[in-house]
C-alpha cells in the first residue's frame, strides 16, 4: 500500500518561503499526476496544483506565481516551493495523486504569521 509522508512545514512569517516534501513508497509514483492539497481550519480541503508525470504543473489561482511544484521520479518525491507566504496560505499542506485515489498522509502544518 502507498504510503505519503508530508514534511517540511512550519511557522514562517508573512512573505517568507518554505519548501514542503512529499516522499511516496509507491512504485507507480513516476506515472502519476501528483498533486498538493491544503485543509485550513474548518475549511475542506482544496487543491493547491499538481504535476503531471510529464512535468507540467498547474495551480490553483490563489496560488500561482507564489507557488511551485516539482518531482523526483528517482527519489519518488514531489515538492512544493512555496514564496510570498500569506497568512490565509495557513492550513495543512497534503500530497496525493490527482483525484486523491491515495490514502491520505498526516500532513504537515504552514502557520505563516507575524
Known amino acids: 500500500q502507498v504510503q505519503l509522508v508530508e514534511s517540511g512545514g512550519g511557522l514562517v512569517q508573512p512573505g517568507g518561503s518554505l519548501r514542503l516534501s512529499c516522499a511516496t513508497s509507491?512504485?507507480?509514483?513516476?506515472?502519476?499526476?501528483m498533486a498538493w492539497y491544503r485543509q485550513a481550519p474548518e475549511k475542506q480541503r482544496d487543491l493547491v496544483g499538481f504535476?503531471?508525470?510529464?512535468?507540467?504543473?498547474d495551480y490553483a489561482l490563489s496560488v500561482k506565481g507564489r507557488f511551485t511544484i516539482s518531482r523526483d521520479n528517482a527519489k519518488n518525491t514531489v515538492y512544493l516551493q512555496m514564496n510570498s507566504l500569506k497568512p490565509e496560505d495557513t492550513a495543512v499542506y497534503y500530497c496525493n495523486d490527482l483525484g486523491a485515489t491515495m490514502m491520505w498522509g498526516q500532513g504537515t502544518q504552514v502557520t505563516v504569521s507575524s
Open positions: 504535476i503531471t508525470s510529464a512535468g507540467r504543473t
Open positions: 509507491g512504485s507507480i509514483f513516476s506515472r502519476n499526476t
